[in-house]
C-alpha cells in the first residue's frame, strides 16, 4: 500500500493546493482542478492508497469553507471506496 503525505501547511490557496496534490497524486491530464474531481479520482483507484492529512487546522485556516470541504472530500472517499484510507493528523 502507498502512503502519501499531505502537509496542509502547502495549502495556502486553491490554486496551489491543487498543483500540490497534482504532485502528490497521479491526476489524470483531463483533472478539472475541482472538489468534484478530486473526489473522481480518489475513488477510481484500484490500487490502496493510504493517505495521512497532516495539519488539517491549516488547511482550514488558509482556504476556509473549501478546506473543510476538500478535507470532507478525502474522508467521502474513504468511507465509498475500499481503496481509500483517510488519517488526519
Known amino acids: ?7 496542509g501547511r502547502r495549502c ?14 497521479d491526476f489524470p ?14 475513488t477510481s483507484y484500484r490500487e490502496p492508497l493510504h493517505f495521512q492529512i497532516r495539519y488539517p487546522a491549516s488547511i482550514e485556516t488558509n482556504l476556509g469553507i473549501w478546506g473543510k470541504n476538500l478535507l470532507r472530500v478525502f474522508q467521502n472517499a474513504a468511507v465509498e471506496s475500499k481503496n481509500i484510507i483517510v488519517e488526519v493528523f
Open 29 to 42: 491530464p483531463y483533472f478539472g482542478n475541482n472538489l468534484d474531481a478530486l473526489h473522481d479520482v480518489l
Open 1 to 7: 500500500m502507498k502512503t502519501l503525505i499531505i502537509d
Open 12 to 25: 495556502k490557496t486553491k490554486e496551489l493546493t491543487f498543483a500540490y496534490l497534482a504532485k502528490k497524486i
